[in-house]
């Protein structure tokens, strides 16, 4: 495993992370990551590489500010990522660049008076963005679609949170993994934050529903999927621990999902 490798959005369905991985990408969604990668440069150098190794591990990674590789990825998780979509939200990818699987290296160059390069994992994930319409020619466009999200709504118990009414100057978050055990820690989150934060746990968009204003310092834990899937009297799903930890809940609902439609789309231009 490559230890330097940070967690990406659930929609990617294979990692390679170390144990107790960080994560700093609020799931926002695909319209969000479109307009962030309209005000940020492109990556300075990549490399984009057909894999014919017939291998079946597969990561990508976001390194140190400045890089983004994929090893032996589907053109299809690369998309998915980098628009901050789930896979099954993707349609129109067809043709011999849909059955392949990819080697991408990008990477941006410090500036010429040498000062370090400041730039978020968010930011480096929506860079893919131009990086896909010039190597692969990419073009796509988004159809709005009513599916099944939650609503993050107040327990009958209601809400265990401090909220703090004053203006948020900052948020951030991460999660640790320790054993079978997931740790949730949040640091002045909204509760719209949180919403984007659960999106990428849930498996669905989560819209808040809560009413609830302000920012708080958020933990919470739960149990891994090996952990549910092994059972046993520890084990607690997150909507459990977001309702007997947070005084919070996710409902079933249905409302509305971006979804990405691939209108164009050639196998890559030569190195």
Avoid: C
Wanted: net charge negative.
């Amino acid at each position: 495993m490559h230890k330097s490798l940070r967690l990406f959005p659930l929609a990617i369905a294979v990692f390679l992370i170390s144990a107790a991985a960080h994560a700093q990408l609020a799931h926002k969604g695909p319209a969000a990551a479109i307009a962030l990668s309209q005000t940020l440069p492109n990556y300075d150098v990549s490399s984009v590489r057909q894999n014919d190794s017939n291998v079946q591990s597969w990561g990508m990674g976001l390194h140190d500010n400045i890089l983004f590789t994929a090893s032996n990825v589907p053109l299809k998780s690369i998309i998915a990522f980098a628009y901050d979509v789930k896979e099954d939200l993707i349609t129109g990818l067809s043709g011999p660049v849909s059955s392949v699987s990819f080697d991408v290296t990008a990477k941006v160059l410090p500036p010429d008076d040498g000062s370090p390069t400041k730039l978020t994992d968010t930011q480096l994930q929506a860079m893919i963005i131009p990086l896909l319409a010039d190597r692969f020619h990419l073009k796509a466009h988004l159809e709005p679609k009513v599916l099944p999200v939650y609503d993050l709504i107040v327990a009958h118990s209601g809400t265990k949170l401090k909220l703090d009414p004053s203006e948020q100057t900052g948020s951030g978050w991460n999660i640790d993994g320790s054993d079978t055990m997931k740790i949730l820690t949040g640091k002045s989150d909204s509760m719209s934050d949180l919403a984007d934060i659960l999106s990428g746990l849930s498996g669905r968009k989560v819209i808040d529903k809560t009413g609830l204003t302000g920012h708080a310092d958020i933990t919470l834990k739960w149990s891994d999927d090996v952990a549910a899937e092994a059972g046993g009297p520890n084990v607690i799903s997150i909507f459990t621990a977001l309702e007997e930890q947070l005084g919070l809940k996710l409902q079933p609902s249905k409302g509305p999902v971006d979804t990405l439609v691939i209108d164009h789309v050639e196998m890559p231009t030569a190195d």
